[in-house]
T-cell receptor, first 108, second 114 residues
Framework: SQKIEQNSEALNIQEGKTATLTCNYT??????LQWYRQDPGRGPVFLLL?????KEKRKERLKVTFDTTLKQSLFHITASQPADSATYLC???????FGTGTRLQVFP | EPEVTQTPSHQVTQMGQEVILRCVPI?????FYWYRQILGQKVEFLVS????????KSEIFDDQFSVERPDGSNFTLKIRSTKLEDSAMYFC????????????FGPGTRLTVL
């Protein structure tokens, strides 16, 4: 069955630095992959979608890459701010098979 | 900005009781979903619904679960006989289309089964 993994449960970085989160998947070739943000006690909020034929997608300070050979997506937040502190989830395709998430903490 | 709403925000029930969780998806959306998140665990897909029928369901969505769109606005999840392990946050989501469409999630209903 499809499996999706986010390589770290938690990531702590200093304000202003770039945060890089990793998502790996196996037993699947998704047509697209999505990234969501989840704050404690809240529902996930959509951030970015990247298709298999796209190498990179950007939105303001966010950048996502998609390497179908490595079966991996990287999610970058540049110039990170304390307000970026949340759990970030990657998800495969339509019915959204979610990873376990990476809890990002940005320290001032 | 349109949003998905869910009621109640918190439901406490006794084991074996039936519960109905309610959702109002975004009005022009066509696809509806239920997910659950057990405390400290990942968000898990339960079921997707389109054109008044289930389009896909996970192995979690067994005979104890059912979904319904009783009118033009509400989308409900019923758990027939709740178990302790059904305690979780249940999220409703909706999307305009099925493929490569972002899903909009509601705030969730926290279900506690005693």
């Amino acid at each position: 069955s499809q499996k999706i993994e986010q390589n770290s449960e938690a990531l702590n970085i200093q304000e202003g630095k770039t945060a890089t989160l990793t998502c790996n998947y196996t037993n699947y070739s998704p047509a697209y992959l999505q990234w969501y943000r989840q704050d404690p006690g809240r529902g996930p909020v959509f951030l970015l979608l990247i298709r298999e034929n796209e190498k990179e997608k950007r939105k303001e300070r966010l950048k996502v890459t998609f390497d179908t050979t490595l079966k991996q997506s990287l999610f970058h937040i540049t110039a990170s701010q304390p307000a970026d502190s949340a759990t970030y989830l990657c998800a495969l395709e339509g019915k959204l098979i979610f990873g376990t998430g990476t809890r990002l903490q940005v320290f001032p | 900005e349109p949003e998905v709403t869910q009621t109640p925000s918190h439901q406490v029930t006794q084991m074996g009781q039936e519960v109905i969780l309610r959702c109002v998806p975004i009005s022009n959306h066509l696809y509806f979903y239920w997910y659950r998140q057990i405390l400290g665990q990942k968000v898990e897909f339960l079921v997707s619904f389109y054109n008044n029928e289930i389009s896909e369901k996970s192995e979690i969505f067994d005979d104890q679960f059912s979904v319904e769109r009783p009118d033009g606005s509400n989308f409900t999840l019923k758990i027939r006989s709740t178990k302790l392990e059904d305690s979780a946050m249940y999220f409703c989501a909706s999307s305009l289309g099925l493929s490569d469409n972002e899903q909009f999630f509601g705030p969730g209903t926290r279900l506690t089964v005693l």
